[in-house]
């Protein structure tokens, strides 16, 4: 049994998250391959050690001194050294970086050592071998990840041992650094759960699992038992945020399971994605997303051969489409922009479309209820009729049931829609 175990910033953010990682990681022989993310915040004003090192990137690209930036990253990782009793060199490593850096130093290089720093500090606390990501995570100079030679070297250097691993970056052909987007730690330890073939792909982070509503509106919500990919990704589409977006790609390529747990509550069952009897849980709505500030047009008439010149006229306009329809001479799409662009994109499509009525209405809300099993919403759609909230627009779209209703209603809709289900 082997367990690819990946921890975010948060659950890794001072000496004693260090420390209750490592008793979770020890607790599971099965856990033999860790990848770890830089420390994150420790309370709502702190800064996560990436945000620093960008900053300190920022400040030398513009010949300005950056040593008290750097330095608050110095002192959080003898922080986490000497609060975990740790002999890791981490004050000569980082005097090193620090003496090396000049205004041509690469962005990605040193956004990359928080991440580096906080593996070596984690294979020491937890006796493992520290293996560094650019040994292994190779990109080609597009900045793709190079399967099948990352997998094969990765294989290579893993081979049976216990090893911590960097998150978020890799190497380029020549060897600089390469990173991923932000977040892009999740990337790294789906990818090594692939390589290796692992059983489960464990996502160690501050929440319970994936909330079957946001939280901060919700309070009550609960987290979801099973989800399926398809779930996910449905739900990833319509702007819950749970994962890096490439970072279920290669778990649902190798059919591994992704199993997101709290390490604030080791023992909750968090959310358990993708297992072959993973059937998406209840019957009904499953969870809820949403995306607030969105706009949506009607054009009408619309042949269906217009339609994709519409849709490439809207994305140029710098406006991004979440959704679209098209049919019986009219189309809807629910766009996402500045009012500037959203006005631009209207003006350019009147004058493309003389004899078609237009229709832009905006401040909406997008309300999407995750159909699991047997999945009959009425009660849903109900339920916020009845609180008083028109539902301007339904559609169906994959696992979803899109619902638009007005932004200052948004709240109001998702308390009503969330006690019906
Ligand atoms: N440390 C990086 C970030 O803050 C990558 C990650 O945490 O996944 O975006």
Redesign the pocket.
């Known amino acids: 049994m082997l367990k690819v175990a990946k921890f ?2 948060s659950s890794l953010a001072d000496a004693r998250c260090f420390l209750n990682v490592r008793d979770i990681v020890l607790s599971d022989p099965a856990r033999r391959v860790v990848v770890v ?2 420390p994150g915040k420790r309370h709502a004003a702190d800064h ?1 050690v ?1 945000d620093l090192l960008y900053l300190c990137h920022a400040h030398l690209e513009y010949r300005v001194p950056c040593w008290d930036l750097f330095r608050r990253v110095r002192e959080r990782f003898l922080q986490i050294r000497d609060g975990c009793a740790l002999q890791t060199p981490v004050g000569q490593l980082l005097d090193d970086i620090y003496a090396g850096l000049t205004p041509a130093t690469a962005r990605d290089f040193l956004a990359s050592r ?2 580096y720093l906080a593996a070596r500090l984690m294979a020491d606390l937890l006796g493992y071998e520290f293996v560094d990501a650019a040994d292994w995570l190779r990109f080609d100079y597009a900045g793709r990840v190079l399967t099948e030679e990352s997998f094969a070297a990765l294989h290579t250097l893993a081979d049976g041992r216990r090893i911590v691993t960097p ?2 970056y890799g190497a380029l052909p020549d060897g600089a650094v390469r990173t991923f987007s ?5 990337v790294t330890g789906s990818l090594a759960a692939a390589a290796l073939h692992a059983d489960v792909c464990e996502n160690w982070t501050d929440v319970p699992g994936v909330l079957a509503a946001d939280p901060r509106l919700v309070p009550q919500a609960e987290p979801i038992a099973r989800l399926t990919y398809a779930q996910l990704q449905a739900l990833s589409a319509v702007g819950m945020q749970v994962l890096h977006e490439s970072a279920v790609e290669p778990l649902r390529a190798a059919q591994i399971p992704l199993h997101i747990r709290s390490t604030h509550r080791p023992e909750a069952p968090g959310t358990l994605i993708g297992c072959p009897d993973a059937g998406g849980g209840a019957d009904g709505a499953v969870a809820f997303a949403a995306r607030r500030g969105i706009a949506m047009l009607r054009l009408c008439p619309v042949s269906m051969e217009m339609a994709e010149d519409v849709r490439q006229t809207v994305a140029q306009a710098g406006v991004s489409i979440l959704y679209s329809s098209a049919g019986f001479e009219q189309m809807t799409l629910l766009l996402e922009a500045d009012a500037a662009a959203l006005h631009r994109a209207a003006e350019q499509l009147a004058r493309q479309l003389p004899r078609a009525q237009l229709k832009l209405r905006e401040n909406l809300s997008l309300l999407a209820a995750l159909q699991g099993g047997k999945g009959a919403l009425a009660n849903v759609v109900a339920a916020i009729q009845e609180a008083g909230v028109p539902v301007h627009e339904l559609t169906q779209a994959d696992a979803c049931l899109l619902m638009i209703v007005n932004d200052s209603q948004f709240e109001a809709a998702l308390k009503a829609a969330y006690g019906a289900r």
């Open positions: 975010g910033g993310s830089a996560k990436t928080g991440e998150g978020f932000r977040g892009g730690s999740d």
